[in-house]
């Protein structure tokens, strides 16, 4: 009869350790989970004022108000799924935390919108290199019959080889162009003409910062 | 003058004998990217997919990229599923490949239609209505200032317009889809009368409505199988000799005198102004051109002059009336007879001269010396004359001017002459007189008295049963009797009554314009 016996470097401590550990571990995973569910609500997003900005946008889009009553929060659309990557998602992010501590008054309207352009492209490259992994959450490409009668033709047939960013852009927040095309002296002066401000005095903002 | 425009003609001429249909090499269209868009706009848009599908773009190979590629520093370059494109095609676009019509369109009154009218905006846009009106009324015509907001899109308030003075984002004049309407760019659209109905038609410029009811539409309108519409060269007398259209007069190829998207050039007399005048047509060195009245020097070829956008030009070519007029009636000429021809012209200019001597300068008189004593506030149409006087020339008066010029009798008279005649007479001078008040008589008197077409007005008596009254003839006996008094009498006062009468008729236009201001009066202030 063979008798089970743990090796000899298994000691009690050890065993202690190595119960305490998992347990720790997954507390710990818990923890994550609370803690990426809770980062990436919008209550956590907009304790920011400068996100404030976004809201007013997204709050007349419809991803806020669908007909059918879905709504994507913050993290629905800009963090990722699973565990190991949403926490990644919140720890690169912790960056926007930074900049928002340290870097340009965010928090004023007219920095806010001057920078909001290089937000938005940041936010669509990060959207190109998942694959616009987080629309599908929701959206399944090959279900899209929409209203009008060639929707699902035109996502079937001519969105092949596109992500949904490649031609859904400005959906949810202000309209920016792409990087491509986009001009900053008419954005710089489509901003100054709408808080009021004199020509160039957004120059000023932008390299004074 | 007659060797600079000469110049001009076979300048035109030969341009035209060496000018392919297109200018760009057929290997420079093409764009590889176009499947793509017309994969996705027959499902999107399959209306516009269609009208391109079918016309002779489509033919040629040439799809929506080659009309919609931008470069991204474009004002109005947007990325647009992974192309850079601009929505709007300019007719600097187009003359990528129509090289010859986008140099004969620019700078022709079409061109410059926004800018002609710009300065008069406000005063019936903003002032009289709201800015809502100049984007739905006044742009869609002459063309909006097309203005790309920061963050690309097309200023709602300037976009979509299609019209043929619009101010595009790379800078050219034009709307080249005013007339030839997208996607299919069909010739024989543009060249039906109705491709000039969305604006020319209405009180001031009724040119559909005046070609309709001209000899030339109606036979247009029975015959319209001959015209030959579709075909690839349209000369008249050659290739259709049913009816002339707009395009045919205004813009056509007729025996020897060629094509031109210059579509003011043929027009010897302004008629869309108080007074009519008789123009220069200057052709700038870059292609600008302007109009000039010709009661002044023409001005030298390399002067240079101030353009109609406040630049200076440097003069390439000046064309008189005389020859702008020549080139109009060498068109009528593949149908009508010399003679007939100098007739009709002599015809038409002899309305435009009534309607200038009789109305148009008075009338404008009349204003000018009303504004000059403060008697009317230079603010427009703060006041009943002003509107009058408005409707005079703008509305009736060009109405008549317009259908002499195109052998319309009832938009000539009816609609026209007779509306002027109206005008004047029943409302601008009492209304004037009114304004005037006690200074009606040093001020607008003498300037009736500068023609001698309104001593109609000195003879109340002379009876007419047009409106069913003469007076009773009187019998023999009675008039017997005591005529050798009245004949003493009458003949001592022979040179007064007519003054006298004249006074009275002043008198009691006088009284009738106070009672017409009085109630014009009282419904403005309601």
């Not at chain 1, 959450?137 to 969105?159: K, L, S, V, W």
């Not at chain 2, 029975?222 to 049913?242: C, F, K, P, S, V």
Request: hydrophobic letters at 35%; proline letters at 5%.
């Amino acid at each position: 009869m063979i008798k089970l016996r743990a090796p000899l470097f298994i000691t009690r401590h050890v065993l202690f350790a190595l119960v305490a550990g998992g347990l720790g571990g997954v507390v710990f995973m818990f923890f994550l989970l609370e803690f990426d569910h809770f980062t990436s609500s919008n209550e956590f997003c907009l304790s920011c004022h400068s996100m404030t900005y976004a809201d007013d946008f997204y709050q007349r889009s419809p991803h806020y108000n669908s007909p059918s009553g879905v709504r994507a929060s913050c993290g629905d659309c800009h963090v990722s799924e699973g565990i190991i990557m949403a926490t990644y998602d919140h720890a690169v992010g912790t960056k926007d935390l930074i900049k928002q501590l340290f870097g340009p008054d965010y928090d004023d309207p007219v920095v806010n919108t001057l920078h909001l352009p290089e937000a938005a492209f940041a936010a669509r490259d990060w959207f190109r290199k998942r694959d616009s992994a987080t629309c599908k959450r929701c959206h399944a490409q090959e279900a899209i019959m929409g209203t009008r009668a060639n929707t699902a033709a035109i996502h079937t047939e001519d969105a092949q080889g596109k992500t949904c960013v490649d031609c859904h852009i400005n959906l949810v927040h202000r309209q920016v162009p792409e990087r491509q095309t986009f001009k900053r002296d008419a954005w710089n002066a489509m901003v100054e003409e709408e808080f009021g401000l004199e020509p160039g005095a957004a120059a000023a903002i932008m390299a004074g910062e | 003058m007659k060797h600079p425009m000469l110049f001009l003609v076979l300048l035109a001429a030969a341009t035209l004998a060496q000018a392919a249909k297109v200018t760009l090499d057929p290997s420079e269209w093409g764009h590889p990217e176009g499947e793509n868009c017309v994969s996705c706009h027959a499902k999107a848009s399959p209306g516009l997919t269609e009208q391109w599908r079918h016309s002779a773009h489509q033919q040629a190979g040439v799809n929506c990229m080659d009309c919609h590629q931008a470069d991204p520093a474009d004002v109005d370059a947007i990325t647009h599923e992974g192309q850079v494109i601009a929505t709007i095609v300019s007719p600097k676009d187009c003359g990528r490949c129509h090289q010859t019509e986008l140099e004969e369109q620019t700078g022709s009154v079409h061109a410059e239609a926004h800018l002609i009218i710009s300065e008069r905006v406000p005063a019936l846009a903003h002032n009289l209505t709201g800015p809502a009106m100049q984007a739905a009324g006044c742009d869609q015509c002459h063309g909006s200032r097309v203005e790309v907001r920061g963050d690309g899109s097309l200023d709602p308030a300037t976009w979509p317009n299609s019209g043929i003075g619009r101010i595009n984002p790379d800078g050219s004049k034009g709307s080249c889809s005013s007339c030839h309407g997208r996607h299919a760019f069909s010739k024989a659209q543009a060249r039906e009368p109705d491709a000039c109905v969305r604006c020319h038609s209405g009180p001031d410029s009724p040119d559909k409505e005046v070609f309709e009811a001209s000899k030339h539409g109606m036979i247009y309108k029975a015959q319209r199988e001959a015209m030959n519409l579709g075909a690839d060269t349209w000369i008249a007398g050659q290739h259709y000799t049913a009816a002339p259209t707009c395009v045919t007069c205004h813009m056509g190829a007729a025996g020897k005198i060629p094509s031109t998207h210059d579509v003011g050039m043929r027009n010897a007399w302004s008629l869309n102004t108080p007074v009519s005048v008789q123009q220069y047509l200057v052709v700038f060195e870059d292609g600008d051109k302007l109009e000039l009245p010709a009661d002044q020097d023409p001005p030298k070829r390399g002067s240079e002059l101030t353009k109609a956008d406040g630049s200076i030009g440097i003069v390439k070519v000046v064309a008189g009336p005389d020859r702008r007029r020549q080139i109009m009636s060498m068109v009528c000429l593949e149908c009508h007879a010399k003679n007939f021809t100098t007739s009709f012209m002599d015809q038409f200019d002899a309305v435009v001269e009534l309607y200038n001597g009789k109305f148009g300068e008075p009338a404008s008189a009349i204003m000018q010396v009303l504004y000059q004593n403060g008697l009317l506030t230079p603010l427009p149409f703060d006041e009943p004359l002003e509107f009058t006087y408005w409707e005079l020339w703008h509305d009736e008066g060009a109405r008549a001017r317009h259908g002499a010029a195109m052998a319309s009798p009832n938009h000539a008279w009816w609609e026209g002459m007779y509306l002027v005649g109206r005008n004047f007479y029943s409302r601008f001078l009492p209304r004037a007189r009114a304004v005037a008040g006690d200074a009606a008589s040093e001020l607008i008197d003498p300037v009736l008295a500068q023609t001698n077409q309104h001593e109609w007005l000195a003879s109340p008596d002379a009876a007419n049963p047009i409106l069913g009254w003469s007076p009773p003839v009187e019998s023999d006996g009675a008039s017997d009797a005591g005529s050798g008094a009245n004949e003493a009498a009458a003949g001592a006062e022979e040179a007064e009554t007519s003054n006298a009468d004249a006074a009275d008729a002043a008198d009691s236009a006088q009284e009738e314009s106070k009672a017409d201001a009085a109630n014009s009066d009282g419904g403005a202030d309601d």
